[in-house]
């Protein structure tokens, strides 16, 4: 341990002094607010999250899923994101207008390829009757 009081004794960055611990962090740019911040926001967060799984986990059973689909389907990300305005259906007709043949087909088959096997049946159902009318 002497050691280590040796080197702090006479090191270059110590100033026994006139010891002033935000001098150096100022000096090299650090923010020391910043992190109290940031551990502050952290703690928050993390209490806000608690409460929402402690909120979905005194649902019913029956509607804790439907509950997170609407959750989820509010704050996904995607632009624009105006999910009060206007619906899911009306937004993806927005994306297909602007994309081309090849990302239709890539968005297509990526989406099917991500839904249940009772979904993908659903989908074809869907688009075989409507394909045959």
Same mark, same amino acid.
Request: charged share 20%; hydrophobic share 45%.
């Given at each position: 341990? =002497?050691?280590?009081?040796?080197?702090?004794?006479?090191?270059?960055?110590?100033?026994?002094?006139?010891?002033?611990?935000?001098?150096?962090? =100022?000096?090299?740019?650090?923010?020391?607010?910043?992190?109290?911040?940031?551990?502050?926001?952290?703690?928050?967060?993390?209490?806000?999250?608690?409460?929402?799984?402690?909120?979905?986990?005194? +649902?019913?059973?029956?509607?804790?899923?439907?509950?997170?689909?609407? &959750? #989820?389907?509010? #704050?996904?990300?995607?632009?624009?994101?105006?999910?009060?305005?206007?619906?899911?259906?009306?937004?993806?007709?927005?994306?297909?207008?602007?994309?081309?043949?090849?990302? #239709?087909?890539?968005? +297509?088959?990526?989406?099917?390829?991500?839904?249940?096997?009772?979904?993908?049946?659903?989908? &074809? =159902?869907?688009?075989? =009757?409507?394909?045959?009318?």
């Amino acid at each position: 341990m =002497g050691d280590i009081e040796n080197i702090a004794e006479h090191s270059a960055l110590s100033n026994s002094k006139n010891e002033n611990p935000g001098a150096l962090a =100022g000096a090299t740019g650090a923010d020391l607010h910043s992190s109290a911040f940031t551990h502050d926001h952290t703690l928050n967060r993390l209490r806000t999250a608690s409460a929402l799984a402690c909120a979905v986990a005194a +649902c019913d059973s029956d509607d804790r899923v439907p509950f997170l689909e609407r &959750l #989820l389907e509010e #704050l996904r990300p995607g632009w624009p994101q105006v999910p009060f305005l206007c619906g899911v259906m009306e937004e993806a007709g927005f994306w297909a207008d602007m994309a081309s043949r090849v990302e #239709l087909k890539a968005y +297509c088959l990526a989406s099917y390829q991500r839904m249940t096997p009772a979904d993908q049946a659903a989908f &074809l =159902g869907y688009v075989q =009757g409507r394909a045959a009318a």
